[in-house]
T-cell receptor
Framework: AQSVSQHNHHVILSEAASLELGCNYSYGGTVNLFWYVQYPGQHLQLLLKYFSGDPLVKGIKGFEAEFIKSKFSFNLRKPSVQWSDTAEYFCAVNEGYGQNFVFGPGTRLSVLP | DTAVSQTPKYLVTQMGNDKSIKCEQNLGHDTMYWYKQDSKKFLKIMFSYNNKELIINETVPNRFSPKSPDKAHLNLHINSLELGDSAVYFC????????????FGSGTRLTVV
């Protein structure tokens, strides 16, 4: 069964710092990759997704992610974080023809004003 | 115009009771899901229905029974509630195979006392 790991449990940054959250998955076939954000007390919202093509994908709110197939990674980045980015971030993987999303354990981001 | 709506948002109940959570989506999606998010924010799929047909049924106690009267609704009924059932339950929907990602409801926070 495929699995998804996220390197950091809790990341604390100051405003304007750059962000990179790691995500690795175990499935060797075709995958669709996603990052979701969950603001405190709210539901999950899609930040960005990768299906094929350009491995660098841009999402909402200035986030981007890079798919590196050889490393089975899909790291999330933002050049300059804001206090409002404080949230839980989930990486998710969907096998190419599968129905089941597998979510990573999440990374809590705290941005200090 | 809510895309995926769940009711109730909060549910506090005593051990041993039976309760239901309702979910409706107006996106025209084929597939609906129930996820459980525990206190550590870990998301685990419970059930998936495609056009009213059960697709995924993870290892979940049989006290949990999903019901899909039509493809726009997926309700979750829980019998004989236990303390360990306390969690946030998220409904989600997607097109078949979820390649566009999932749209999540706002969650139902279930507290069993």
């Amino acid at each position: 069964a495929q699995s998804v790991s996220q390197h950091n449990h809790h990341v604390i940054l100051s405003e304007a710092a750059s962000l990179e959250l790691g995500c690795n998955y175990s499935y060797g076939g075709t995958v669709n990759l996603f990052w979701y954000v969950q603001y405190p007390g709210q539901h999950l919202q899609l930040l960005l997704k990768y299906f094929s093509g350009d491995p660098l994908v841009k999402g909402i709110k200035g986030f981007e992610a890079e798919f590196i197939k050889s490393k089975f990674s899909f790291n999330l980045r933002k050049p300059s974080v804001q206090w409002s980015d404080t949230a839980e971030y989930f990486c998710a993987v969907n096998e190419g023809y599968g129905q089941n999303f597998v979510f990573g354990p999440g990374t809590r981001l705290s941005v200090l004003p | 115009d809510t895309a995926v709506s769940q009711t109730p948002k909060y549910l506090v109940t005593q051990m041993g009771n039976d309760k239901s959570i309702k979910c409706e989506q107006n996106l025209g999606h084929d597939t609906m899901y129930w996820y459980k998010q525990d206190s550590k924010k870990f998301l685990k799929i419970m059930f998936s229905y495609n056009n009213k047909e059960l697709i995924i049924n993870e290892t979940v106690p049989n006290r949990f029974s999903p019901k899909s009267p039509d493809k726009a609704h997926l309700n979750l009924h829980i019998n004989s509630l236990e303390l360990g059932d306390s969690a946030v339950y998220f409904c989600a929907s997607s097109q078949w195979q979820g390649r566009d990602g999932y749209t999540f409801g706002s969650g139902t926070r279930l507290t069993v006392v």
